[in-house]
Every structure is written in structure tokens, then in C-alpha cells.
């Protein structure tokens, strides 16, 4: 009989365990087009900026072999705004700087909820795009650039912050991956739709993801943590239920809530030293995550990656192996989640951190032996090293920097610690990209890229020996104990 009583028992936590794994992923997907929507901002750049140059090139009468290529994927231009190679890659980087101050604000926007702050966000976010679409100037790209970009990140943050919040221990890596997963959608999204679309008929597309996400967003619950944190506690009841089944008891979830964020509010008024290992610590840890995510060669595949694929092969059109490389990194990222939450995050960022080292050093030795000219016979080989190493940067630092940010801070100073942490990241991005071209011009192709190799060495070996583990552990105002899994 007690053997039957056990059996029922285990079969009800099953059944619950299960509803609310369904209902965890229902609530994810209802923000999706937050992410979709920062992808298609990140993915803009490479086909406008050669919808650009091609109308440029038209109007001036050059021939070049940009032109070539996009004519080869029947890109055209009805711009009259003519661009140099300098403000293309301003256009490319404001985004990016705009990014770094929406981080700043993004830190206010969240003390006023995160299911309400996606909702108001994506408004402007669409608007910046609608006037992007009848800009009559570069200076008025670059501002809608730098616009997008407080968008975008402010969407980021308030995404992974609302995952982290609701996702059980051992659904987080995975359910985090999906920010990823949708942001390269919307990157593979734009080069497809860039490639048959000229900039302002793609800034019209990237205009319509945030007003879908003002529809999802809203079937969605608020997250039950910042509901009990500012005193809603009936609100987070209902919450609780929503992503625990209907039928769940939510008591105990509510109570371990709310006595933890009262002990974390009196730790954080009686002891100001608790501050440095709460804040600065995870700071410090995430920025340096977000400092290798930067600076591994993945940024400079993204932003120039026409330019190096150009110079390196020899028959292989460079806007095609642009969409192929997303398509990688989009695969790569469905996989990024369930296999965080199996080998955990420390040994996956430690081999593939390790991985894009070996490709991008293959990749740079060839680039120094075809420098004076690329064998189309040999393209094979850089494409293989570049697949490699996106699908190891979209399996591992990418998403698990990202992942890291919402499960280091405390629920006390997350907002705060995710918006400086995000905003370093940015300035990382920012000059990440700046000055790949500096790089180039001082070291060869083929130094930058050994250059980002030695970065990821010393990124692997950050997280194998620093970097702490933080597989199925419960976020602190879930866990009285600071380390019972069974609670969350």
C-alpha cells in the first residue's frame, strides 16, 4: 500500500513537472518576437549596406565586385542616398553604441515589470524602423541606427531577465537558448528577405516583428518574482499558477518567494558589504564573459563578413556562404540549451572555446598562405573552418554569456547588474567592431584573426578555472538554501 501511495506521488510531481515545463515554454514563446526582432536588427546591416554601395555604385557609374554579387542575388536600389565605405560602417556600428546606453536605461525600465516594458518598448522600436524606411539622409540612418539599438537592447535584457525568472532550474539553458535561437532567425531573416529586398523595403519588414510582439506579449504572465518584489502578492499567486498548472499548489513556491526577498531586502539595508560579492563579483565574472563573447571573431564574421569572405574565397559567392553561416548558427543554437543543461555551462564554454581557437588559427594560416590570391579549389577548406567555428560560438559563449547574466545576479540587484553588465558588453561590441578594420590594416586579415585566437584561448581558460558553475542551480530568491534544487 505505502509502495502504491509512493508510486501515485511520484506520477502526480511528474504530471505537474510536465504542465508547467509546457507552460514555461508557452510563456517564452509569447515574447519570441522580442528577440526575432533584435535579430532582424542585427542582420540589417550586411544586406542594406550593399543595397547602399550597389545604388551608389549605379549612380556613379563604377563597376565593382560588390556590385557583381549582389546583382547576383537581385538586390536593387531606389535609393538616392549615396554612401562611403566609412559611413557604411558607422551605419553597421551606431547600432551597437545606441545598445550600450539602452543598456543603462534598461536598468530603470525594468522596475516597472517585464511583461509591461516589452509591451511599451515595442512601439518605438517599430516607429524607429518606419522612419528608417523614409530616410532622406545618412545622418538620418544614422540615427535611426543609433535609435534601434537602445531598442534592441533594452528588448535583450528584459527577455533574458523574464526567462530566467520564470524557467525552472533545469529548463533555463534551454529555454535561454531560445533567445538565440529566435535572434538568429531574425539575422537568417534579414540576409534571405536583403537579398531580394533593397534597405527600405527591409526596414519596413524589421518594422512589423515588434508590433506582433505588442500581440503575443500580452497572452503572457508577468514574472511571479518581480511580482512579489513589489508587493503584488496576489498577482504572483495567480502568476505561479499560470506557469505551474492551474491545478498546482502554489503556496509553498509563494512563500519561499517572499521570505527570501525579504531576507535578500534586509541583507541589502543591514550589511552594505554584501554588495561586493551579490554585484561586483557577478560583474566582474559576466563582463569578462561578454569581453571573449566580443573579441572570439564572431562580431567580425557578422559585420564584415562579405569583406573577409571576399578576400579569402575564390569561386564561392560571399553573400551565399553569409546565409549559410547563419543557417549554422541558427542549428547550432537550437542545440545550445538542452546541451548547457546536460554537460553544464563551465565544460561547454571550456571546449568550445578551445574549438574556435583550432578554427580560427586554420582559418587565419590560410588567409596567409592565399593572401596574394584564393584557389577556388580550396574554398572548401575555409568554409569547413568558418561552420566549425560559428556552430562552437553559437553552442557555447554566445548564448551561455547571455544565459549568465540572469542566473549570477540576485533578484536584489538584477536589474541594476544585468544593465551595467549588458552596457560593458555593448562598449565591448562597439569597439569590437570599430576596430576590426584598424586590425586588418596593422596586422593582415591573417593576424586579426590569431589574434582573436590567442582571446579565445584565454576564454576557455577564464571559464575552466574561474568561472563558476551554475547548472540547475536555482536562482538565490528561490532558494532558501542556496543550493536545493527541488525547490524551484
Partial sequence: MMEYTRMRYHRKKLEERDRSAYAQTLAVLGIAFGPFSVGL???????????????????????????????????????????????????????LLGALFGALLSSQVLKWG?????????????????????????????????????????????????????????????????????????????????????????????ASAPL??????????????????SGQIEAAEKS????????????????????????????????RNVVVPQLVKPVILTSMLMFFSRFSGAFAFNFYAVNIFSQTFGDMNPHMVAVITA??????????GVIADRVGRKPLLVSAGLIMAITLSGFALYSYVCQLKPSGNLDWMPMILI????????????????LMVGELFPLEYRAAGSALTVAISYTFAFAGVKSFVDLKQALGLHGTFWLYSGICVL??????????ETKKKPLHEMDPAMGDNDEA
Fill in 212 to 229: 506582433m510582439l505588442v500581440l503575443t506579449v500580452q497572452y503572457t504572465p508577468e514574472s511571479p518574482s518581480y511580482l512579489v518584489y
Fill in 387 to 402: 561552420l566549425v567555428f560559428e556552430a562552437s560560438s553559437s553552442i557555447g559563449i554566445q548564448p551561455i554569456s547571455w
Fill in 327 to 336: 543557417t549554422v548558427q541558427l542549428i547550432a543554437s537550437m542545440a545550445s
Fill in 459 to 468: 576564454g576557455a581558460m577564464f571559464a575552466g578555472l574561474i568561472l563558476p
Fill in 41 to 95: 536588427c542585427k542582420g540589417y546591416s550586411s544586406p542594406a549596406l550593399a543595397s547602399l554601395r550597389s545604388a551608389d555604385n549605379v549612380q556613379t557609374g563604377s563597376s565593382t565586385s560588390t556590385e557583381s554579387t549582389t546583382a547576383a542575388f537581385n538586390v536593387t536600389s531606389t535609393s538616392l542616398i549615396r554612401i562611403t565605405e566609412q559611413e557604411g560602417s558607422w551605419i553597421a556600428s551606431l547600432s
Fill in 240 to 271: 505561479l499558477e499560470w506557469l505551474k498548472g492551474f491545478h498546482s499548489d502554489v503556496s509553498k513556491e509563494l512563500g519561499l518567494l517572499r521570505g527570501n526577498i525579504e531576507r535578500m531586502r534586509d541583507q541589502g539595508n543591514g550589511c
Fill in 114 to 206: 517585464r511583461k509591461r516594458c516589452l509591451l511599451w518598448i515595442s512601439v518605438p522600436f517599430s516607429a524607429t524602423w518606419c522612419l528608417t524606411v523614409f530616410a532622406n539622409s545618412v545622418q538620418m540612418i544614422y540615427a535611426t541606427a543609433f535609435l534601434a539599438g537602445i531598442c534592441s537592447a533594452i528588448v535583450n535584457i528584459i527577455s533574458q531577465v523574464y526567462i530566467s525568472e520564470v524557467a525552472r532550474p533545469e529548463l533555463r539553458g534551454r529555454l535561454s537558448a531560445c533567445l538565440k535561437i529566435f535572434s538568429h532567425l531574425g539575422i537568417l531573416a534579414s540576409f534571405l528577405m536583403g537579398a531580394w529586398l533593397d534597405w527600405r523595403q527591409l526596414a519596413l519588414v524589421c
